[in-house]
């Protein structure tokens, strides 16, 4: 039997390519930083900072990138036994501009496909997901086979096993819409559709919500929409509004920790990896979305994604500044 994680992610992976000169398009960037990427693979990263015990399914190309993504996550203390290989196709890579507050352009290079969207549903470790206290997966997996595939029977597998053992569980499922990936917003709310009675917690910004369940007039709606969907917590980021939350116990609505943008394309994962940890620690909902506000503040703050993962103490560390400046 495989061993227990505390939290297993799915799907994107790839070496991030982040200009260390701020401002400017790539054209006239001169030199760039080289940093493990992919979405999934930053929560998993965000939540062993927090001591967890992670791991990450994926898949890589049988290549140089491929041995550096591997080489990364063991430095970063996650697992990466459930890592494969697709000999035929590249490790991505991702570029992106750097235009604070808010404008970071992405370029992504997963040709002809992805390896992470490779991912075939007899290769899956069952016991490995079914085994998770967190199992996490993403809109991303869904938009094409065989990851679709694999990522519903990963999902089934888990719920059916839960339901089994008579377990509650908790199954995320990131709302990552990305538009490059599909061919339009209803194909991705098709399948998000059957994604959704599996899991338990769903978090997205308001677009990627109004993919998922449609357009809302407010935040609280989208929310609302979630959890009749099925999920028990659905999670609402609202940018510089901060974030709403849904659960059994009500809504609670937190304002941002205040920062100074350098880039903020990693503040999403460091705010699921600190959902994860909050969660696992059985926190009330206001602690856990107050936490994670603050570790995504910190890494919008950063140039890196995994690099710029915060410990706890660096968290209640910036609350405390928060607080005190308030």
Known sequence: MAATHDVVTMGR???????????VGLE????????????????AVAAARYGRTAAVITKTGADPFGTFVRKALRGYGVDDSLVGTSAGLPTPVTFCEIFPPDDFPLYFYRFPTAPDLDIRPEELDLEAIRNASVFWVTVTGLCQEPSRSATLAALEARSDHLRREGKRGITVLDLDYRPMFWDSPQAARDWVKLALPHVTVAVGNREECEVAVGAHDA???????????GVSLAVVKQGPKGVLALDDSGQVEVPPAPVTVVNGLGAGDAFGGALVHGLLAGWGTERIMRFANAAGALVAGALACSDAMPTEAEVEQKLQEASDAA
Do not use: C, H, M, W
């Open 13 to 23: 992976v790839g070496v991030d390519i982040y200009p260390q000169q701020i401002g």
């Open 28 to 43: 006239d960037v001169e030199s760039f930083g080289k940093f493990l990427g992919g979405s999934p693979t930053n929560v």
């Open 219 to 229: 935040p609280a709606e989208a929310a609302q929409a979630l959890r009749a969907a």
